[in-house]
């Protein structure tokens, strides 16, 4: 079973190769790590070296004024300068290609975290993970591309640590107290600095998920701008907008704030660690203990060592962010299916004695002990006083009812054993919110994705003319290529109706369920909708079960099934109905 956005897909392919979903933040990063070793591997190799070369220059220069300037050597200088040069070339070229590399693993992981959620949000079997519309779409760009910093992240903590260990050393080298006062001395700053980072982690998981839900119902208000203007709620829409945005607001100054603070402790700490080291160095070298070319050497070191601590200090941040929008996509990974299919495959073609769908005693949500049976070439009409009978009905027989009592068969077989193919392949859900995309009124009527190829341009005109919406292809200069904006914004609302009716009909299920298609529309061209679409699944020897209170739709009905409290309490034609029920009559001619 599905809707009209995708009928009887196979299950999609995994965009990268199959590996086991991350059930952790944890494990989606050392994921990211594990799937571009060898480019994060030689990037981090670069960077390091760019450090080292980093390292080295001071102590180049030290060697300079103690070899050869000290001693006025001039062949000692020109070699100095030689190694100088060599040292910079090297340091540049290495910088150069190792961030190359490392921001290059960071876009690619990205693109594949982008097409990872996709493939999760667009999957047959749908997902639970409880996010809307703008929350996927936040999670799926902007978290995606933050935790994608993970694996740059590590590349540059690597690459600091390296220099801090080369400055150590030739510390511990040039004084063995020093580079112990400096061993020492970084540990404990950096363990310091983690307190602030911990609380980055939870302001920047605290406005990405408040900016997730502004975006959210940005997005639903903007689908929902001509109805809010019609019923003249435009004002309270715009309240509860505002109020999500200060949300948003207040979470995004907060977390800038955490940054701000965290950036000024970094370098704040950078610089009282430098003073000491060259205040301690400069009294060493009065007492005699260090050389002028040493002295050099040593407050050089500390200098530079300033910044691998402040880069350690970002590193630090770096993770904070990508821990929590790591924990943001692994919720929607993991989520649960939507629809869980079972092995079992339907035969083709489906044996005409055996009833489409069938529920025998079903609860779902408000519906009770519901026995429905419709059988191949019927046109099934549902009154349901209840709006909330209808959803539960409509989602049970899209598959969206996992835990439903009593039995659902599906051309006789029950539909938990049904696999994914066979169940969207049966029954075709037509739902009342359904959605059209930006391209074309073609594009946007092609369903048929069992065999790959577009339909027909006959049969889409013929669905068209079903759902009385010729005009929109009789009265456009490019007909069938008509532009769909987003949204389809470009059409009103009953043409937005008329055209999901179309591809439902145009994909001629043998089992085809119409939820209300023709509230949009008015009594002359609901008439004429209810005698097109009748005809058209006559012609197409598909079973049509249509929930609706259209008056129109019911009277070309074979039978009628009315559910009140969530049970069915009457059975017949409209007109038998409609003479002797008086509930009936007046929920359907009032």
């Known amino acids: 079973m599905t809707t009209t956005e995708g009928r009887a897909a196979p299950e999609p392919a995994s965009p990268t190769t199959p590996e086991p979903v991350p059930t952790s933040a944890a494990a989606l990063r050392s994921r990211s790590l594990r ?11 670069l960077l390091s070296t760019h450090q080292l070369c980093e390292a080295l220059v001071p102590v180049a220069i030290g060697l300079t004024i103690d070899l ?25 070229l290495a910088y150069r290609t190792g961030a190359r590399l ?35 779409l936040s999670v799926a760009t902007s978290d995606a591309e933050q935790a994608a910093t993970y694996a740059r992240a590590w590349a540059v903590g690597i690459a600091q640590v390296t220099a801090i260990v080369v400055t150590t050393i030739v510390l511990l080298t040039i004084n063995i107290p020093l580079g112990i006062g400096v061993l020492l001395g970084l540990p404990l700053m950096l363990l310091l600095l983690r307190v602030p980072a911990a609380r980055i982690a939870r302001r920047t998981e605290t406005k990405q998920a408040t900016a997730a839900r502004a975006t959210a119902m940005a997005t639903d208000l903007v689908g929902g701008l001509r109805v809010l203007m019609g019923i003249g709620a435009r004002h309270n829409a715009s309240l509860r907008y505002g109020q999500a945005s200060d949300h948003a607001l207040t979470a995004s100054v907060g977390a800038a704030a955490s940054n701000g603070v965290y950036k000024g402790l970094v370098t704040a700490a950078g610089a009282v660690f430098l003073a000491c080291v060259a205040g301690t160095a400069g009294w060493m070298a009065l007492r005699g203990h ?24 970002m590193v630090g941040q770096m993770f904070a962010i990508a821990r929590a929008s790591a924990r943001r996509l692994v919720r929607l990974l993991t989520a649960p299916d939507a629809v869980t299919p079972g092995e079992l495959s339907l035969p083709e073609p489906l044996s005409e004695r055996v009833p489409l769908v069938e529920l025998r005693e079903v609860g779902h949500r408000t519906l009770e002990g519901v026995d429905l049976t419709l059988r191949p070439g019927e046109f099934l009409g ?12 409509v989602d049970l027989l899209a598959g969206r009812a996992a835990d439903a009592r009593g039995t659902t068969l599906i051309a006789g077989v029950p539909l938990p054993d049904l696999d994914l193919v066979s ?4 029954v075709l859900v037509e739902e009342h919110g359904s959605h059209l995309f930006e391209g ?6 092609t369903t048929d994705t069992d065999t790959g190829t577009d339909l027909d341009d006959e049969r889409l005109l013929t669905a068209l003319d079903a759902a009385a919406a010729g005009e929109l292809v009789t009265g456009h200069p490019d007909g069938l290529d008509r532009p769909v904006t987003d949204r389809a914004a470009n059409l009103s609302g009953g043409q937005r109706q008329r055209v999901a009716l179309a591809r439902a009909l145009a994909a001629a299920p043998p089992a085809l369920v119409l939820h209300d298609p023709t509230t949009a529309v008015d009594a002359v061209t609901e008439e004429a909708i209810a005698q097109g679409t009748a005809a058209l699944r006559v012609a197409h020897g598909g079973g049509t079960l249509a929930i609706a209170s259209s008056p129109a739709l019911l009277a070309r009905a074979d039978r009628v099934l009315v ?10 034609t409209h007109t038998r109905l409609a003479e002797d029920d008086t509930y009936y009559r007046e929920a359907v001619l009032r």
């Open 35 to 45: 799937r571009h070793r060898r480019p994060i591997t030689l990037g981090v190799t």
């Open 382 to 393: 549902v009154l349901a006083t209840d709006p909330r009978d209808a959803e539960a009905l």
């Open 68 to 92: 050869a300037v000290a001693t006025g050597d001039i062949t000692a200088l020109l070699w100095c300068v030689a190694g100088l040069i060599l040292l910079f070339t090297c340091l540049a």
């Open 563 to 572: 559910l009140r409290e969530g049970r069915v309490c009457a059975e017949g």
């Open 423 to 426: 169940l969207r392949g049966t």
């Open 440 to 445: 074309t009124l073609r594009s946007n009527l």
């Open 102 to 136: 490392t921001l290059g693993v960071v876009e690619r992981e990205a693109h594949l975290l982008r097409l990872e959620s996709a493939h999760r949000v667009l999957h047959p079997r749908g997902q639970r993970s409880g996010l809307r519309s703008g929350e996927l």
């Open 290 to 313: 260090l050389t002028v070319g040493e002295l050099v050497i040593v407050v050089g070191l500390a200098q530079f060592l300033a910044e691998p601590v402040q880069g350690l200090g």
